[in-house]
């Protein structure tokens, strides 16, 4: 399958892109999570979509990937204080926040052109598109949030394995083989308990990963975005596109509850509760991913 790159510019930064299909068809972009390359939304996934009669649009967010890293301006602080404050509800200081992050999704649609999309979001990625949901109303064809939350005050924390797995990586300088085994290890916390993926496999995609950006800074720059912009309730109140919320009930790093309170929150938003499913989105469940992903695009 043909695959178009470029950079769209979005402020003083260039955000990298794949898009795919046929430009005429209705088009879905695909926003990946915390510290995550587009390389997530796997080349199969995207295939099937596409199968689906969809031009499909992933990127790399600011601070990884192929898109531009931003230079720290401020100390974020320790960690643990941070994170009780944002469990409280209280903002914290970061150089950009999600707002912006869902700026950039906005710049790569001016950037093809693309008027209107399907919006898919994963984690991270979820939020930023609840967001986009809301500050480009229009543009929104509807809305698809994939094992992620709404950042509200007081909701069930992540297990701790789970969140210092993904949060406390190797020092930058570790070598290729250290990398991997974390990368091992930390799928293996937050992964699919009825659906794992082989060993070899995750190993070969961490080194995919690596050689094409290897940059564990992103991780911490997003979470600080994350913090930044608190609780994202007062969006899902406004969001009006066709939604479904999909989530795994076996997700460590973020829990179901997550899932159950954007869907509430968003007016006649869909939830989807997946069996077995973790933090990711593992190849057994893509049909069923896409199929309620297709259901909620033919509403918009």
Partial sequence: MEIRTGTARSGDLDIYYEDMGDPGDPAVLLIMGLGSQLLLWRDGFCEKLVAEGLRVIRYDNRDVGLSSKTERRHRAGPMIPRMLKFWLGMRGEADYTLEDMADDAAAVLDHLRIDRAHIVGASMGGMIAQIFAVRFRDRARSLGVIFSSNNQPFLPPPAPRALFAVLNGPPPNSPLDVIVDNAVRVWSIIGSPRYPAPEQQI??????????????????????????????????????????????????????????????????????????????????????????????????
Avoid: N
Avoid at 266 to 289: K, N, S, T, Y
């Fill in 203 to 300: 190993r070969r995609e961490a080194i995919e990963g690596y050689e094409r950006c290897y940059y564990p800074w992103g991780v911490a720059r997003h979470f600080s975005a994350i913090i930044a912009s608190g609780s994202l309730a007062r969006y899902d109140r406004q969001i009006t596109a066709p939604t479904v919320v999909l989530h795994g009930r076996a997700d460590k790093l973020q829990r179901p509850f997550g899932g159950r309170v954007v869907a509430r929150a968003i007016r006649g938003a869909r939830l989807v509760l997946i069996d077995g499913m973790g933090h990711g989105l593992p190849e057994q469940l893509w049909d069923r991913v896409i199929s309620e992903l297709t259901g909620t695009f033919a509403q918009g």
